[in-house]
């Protein structure tokens, strides 16, 4: 199934989601939006009781030129997250450090 949100329009009843009108779009990415999902499950069963079709394991996906640019681009932020929270992580730590061997040091002065 090819989802999407805001895609049909009542009057025509025509699919108009993702890169519908790139002549060069011909493949799909599985949709895993877990929240989004069941929305889009309902609209499957709708679709099931409107047409008299049976559905048993729907896959959702939406419509995509180059899928694995999409996933690269999703890896490359996933990657550059994790390096900013791995900094973020490193110089609190040291911060905590080099305030802990100051307020030490002031210990053996006194």
């Known amino acids: 199934w090819a989802v999407g949100t805001n895609c049909c329009n009542q009057r ?22 877990q929240e989004r999902q069941q929305h889009f499950m309902s609209a499957v069963k709708q679709a099931e009781a409107a047409f008299g079709i049976k559905a048993k ?10 899928p694995l640019a999409m996933i690269n681009t ?11 929270g791995v900094g973020t992580f490193f110089f609190t730590n040291l911060f905590g450090v080099i305030v802990a061997l100051m307020a030490f040091s002031r210990l053996g002065h006194l």
């Open 12 to 33: 025509d009843g025509l699919f108009r989601c993702g890169e519908y009108a790139n002549i060069h779009a011909r493949s799909g990415l599985r949709y895993m939006d």
């Open 57 to 66: 394991h729907p896959l959702l996906f939406t419509w995509l030129q180059d």
């Open 74 to 84: 999703k890896v490359a932020s996933a990657w550059h997250f994790y390096y900013v």
